[in-house]
C-alpha cells in the first residue's frame, strides 16, 4: 500500500475539516433546531430576480460571453456597480483597485498564499473567523493574538514572530458584527490598528463579510476607508478589503471580491491565473444583473427578518439563560456569541445537546487559533424563525442550567 502522508507537501499537516460544514449536514434532519450554520435563509434568496436574469442573460447576443472563458480580473461592469458601491462608505476606488473572486473564502486563500511564507505570524482576534484559519494553515504560519486595546507594543508582536522563526505578514479581522462574536470594533480601535500596522509596516485584512447586515446602531466607516482618507487615495493604502454577496444575495453562484492597491491586485491576478482562470462568467453577469437592479432593496428585505430573529434571540436568552451565562448583543449580522462558566465544554455540550435537546450549536474552541476557551459557543439566528428561536433557546437554558447544577 502506498503511504501517502510521506507524499503529501508538509503543508498538508495543518489542513481541518472544518466543524461548521460537518454541522450543516444536521439542517437536513428535520427534529434539530439549529443555530450551527452562519448561512443565509435561502427563503429570503431573490430567486425570482436571478430567473429573470438568467433568462435576460440567455435570450440575448451576450449568451456567448456568458458562457466562455473571461478576464481574471472579473467581469468589468460588475466591478464598476462594487467601485460605485463601496464609494458610498468612502472607498473610494476604481474598477481597476476590484478583483473578483469565487466566494470571499477564495479571496482569503490567495492573501494568505501572497503573505504567508512558512513560521510567518498572522495576527488574528481571539476568536476569529474559522475560514481565515482554514485558509491561512495551509501556509505554515504561526498565529498571535492581535490586541485592539493597545496593551501590546509593535516590539511585543515583533519578538514573538522572531523567536518562532518569522516575521509578522498581517492582521486579520472583521471589523463589522464579526464571525463568530457578532461584535463590532469601535472607531478608535480601527485608528489604533492602522497605526500598529504602520509601526509594524503590515497589511490589514479587513473581511466585511457582513458590510451590509446593519440593524441598528451608528454606522462606523470601514478600515479601508479611514486608510484612504489618512493617506489620500487607495493606491497609498495597506489595507485590503474583501466582501462577498454570499450573505445579501446568494451564496451558491460563489461570487466574492477583494479592493485593494494595484500592486496587491496585479498578484492576486497572477494567483488567479494559476488557480481557476476566472470565476464563473455566467454568475458574475447574472450577480451583476440582480445587484444593478434591486441590491438596496433585497438588503432591506433581509435585514428587517434578520433583525427580528436578533431581537428573538436576545430575548430567549435573557429569559431561559443561567445568569451566570454571559453573550453578546450584535448591532448586526447572523451570530451570538455565548460564554458559559469556566470548565465547561461546548463540545461536549452540543453532543448532549443533539441527543436529549434537538438543538444544535457550533463549539466555540474552533474559532480560536490555539484551540483554548473550550467554554464558548456560538449561535445564529439566520435561519430559524422566532418561535423557533424562542423554543430552542428554551430547551438550551435547560441543558445548560442542569450542567451548571451537575458541576456544582
Known amino acids: 500500500?502506498?503511504?501517502?502522508?510521506?507524499?503529501?507537501?508538509?503543508?498538508?499537516?495543518?489542513?481541518?475539516?472544518?466543524?461548521?460544514?460537518?454541522?450543516?449536514?444536521?439542517?437536513?434532519?428535520?427534529?434539530?433546531?439549529?443555530?450551527?450554520?452562519?448561512?443565509?435563509d435561502p427563503a429570503l434568496?431573490?430567486?425570482?430576480?436571478?430567473?429573470?436574469?438568467?433568462?435576460?442573460?440567455?435570450?440575448?447576443?451576450q449568451v456567448g460571453s456568458a458562457l466562455q472563458y473571461s478576464v481574471s480580473e472579473g467581469y468589468k461592469p460588475l466591478r464598476e456597480w462594487i467601485a460605485r458601491d463601496v464609494a458610498k462608505i468612502g472607498i473610494d476606488c476604481t474598477p481597476d483597485n476590484v478583483f473578483i473572486t469565487s466566494g470571499s473564502q477564495q479571496a482569503l486563500d490567495y492573501l494568505g498564499k501572497l503573505f504567508l511564507s512558512p513560521n510567518d505570524t498572522a495576527l488574528v482576534t481571539w476568536p476569529t473567523y474559522l475560514g481565515a484559519l482554514s485558509a491561512f494553515n495551509a501556509y505554515e504560519p504561526n498565529y498571535d493574538q492581535l490586541s485592539l486595546n493597545g496593551n501590546r507594543t509593535p516590539e511585543a508582536y515583533r519578538d514573538t514572530a522572531a523567536k518562532t522563526?518569522?516575521?509578522?505578514?498581517?492582521?486579520?479581522?472583521?471589523?463589522?458584527?464579526?464571525?463568530?462574536?457578532g461584535e463590532t470594533i469601535d472607531l478608535a480601535a480601527r485608528e489604533r490598528l492602522l497605526a500598529l500596522a504602520d509601526e509594524l509596516d503590515i497589511a490589514i485584512l479587513e473581511d466585511a463579510a457582513y458590510q451590509h447586515l446593519r440593524y441598528d446602531g451608528e454606522a462606523i466607516p470601514p478600515i479601508m476607508a479611514l486608510d484612504i482618507a489618512r493617506r489620500g487615495g487607495i493606491e497609498n493604502t495597506r489595507t485590503i478589503y474583501s466582501g462577498s454577496f454570499s450573505k445579501t444575495l446568494a451564496p451558491g453562484?460563489?461570487?466574492?471580491?477583494?479592493?485593494?492597491?494595484?500592486?496587491?491586485?496585479?498578484?492576486?491576478?497572477?494567483?488567479?491565473?494559476?488557480?481557476?482562470?476566472?470565476?464563473s462568467t455566467i454568475n458574475q453577469i447574472a450577480i451583476e444583473h440582480v445587484a444593478s437592479r434591486g441590491f438596496d432593496a433585497q438588503v432591506a428585505k433581509i435585514r428587517a427578518v434578520y433583525s427580528k430573529r436578533r431581537d428573538a434571540m436576545l430575548a430567549a436568552l435573557d429569559k431561559y439563560m443561567p445568569k451566570n451565562a454571559t453573550w453578546t448583543r450584535p448591532e448586526g449580522g447572523m451570530f451570538v456569541w455565548v460564554?458559559?462558566?469556566?470548565?465547561?465544554?461546548?463540545?461536549?455540550?452540543?453532543?448532549?445537546?443533539?441527543?436529549?435537546?434537538?438543538?444544535?450549536?457550533?463549539?466555540?474552541k474552533a474559532f480560536y487559533a490555539d484551540g483554548s476557551n473550550a467554554?464558548?459557543?456560538?449561535?445564529?439566528?439566520?435561519?430559524?424563525?422566532?418561535a423557533m428561536i424562542d423554543e430552542g433557546i428554551k430547551r438550551l437554558g435547560r441543558l445548560i442550567s442542569s450542567a451548571i447544577r451537575a458541576a456544582a
Open 375 to 386: 467554554n464558548t459557543l456560538r449561535m445564529s439566528f439566520s435561519c430559524a424563525d422566532e
Open 45 to 61: 434568496f431573490p430567486d425570482v430576480a436571478f430567473k429573470e436574469a438568467y433568462s435576460d442573460i440567455f435570450s440575448s447576443a
Open 253 to 279: 453562484l460563489r461570487v466574492g471580491f477583494v479592493v485593494a492597491a494595484m500592486p496587491v491586485i496585479r498578484k492576486l491576478v497572477l494567483m488567479k491565473q494559476a488557480a481557476d482562470l476566472h470565476s
Open 1 to 40: 500500500m502506498l503511504d501517502w502522508e510521506q507524499i503529501f507537501a508538509t503543508r498538508s499537516s495543518r489542513m481541518r475539516a472544518s466543524e461548521i460544514r460537518e454541522l450543516l449536514k444536521l439542517l437536513d434532519q428535520p427534529d434539530i433546531i439549529s443555530f450551527a450554520g452562519g448561512i443565509p
Open 165 to 181: 522563526g518569522g516575521a509578522v505578514k498581517f492582521a486579520y479581522l472583521s471589523a463589522d458584527f464579526s464571525n463568530p462574536t
Open 339 to 364: 460564554t458559559l462558566p469556566e470548565g465547561m465544554d461546548g463540545a461536549e455540550l452540543l453532543a448532549k445537546s443533539i441527543a436529549t435537546e434537538k438543538v444544535a450549536f457550533v463549539p466555540g
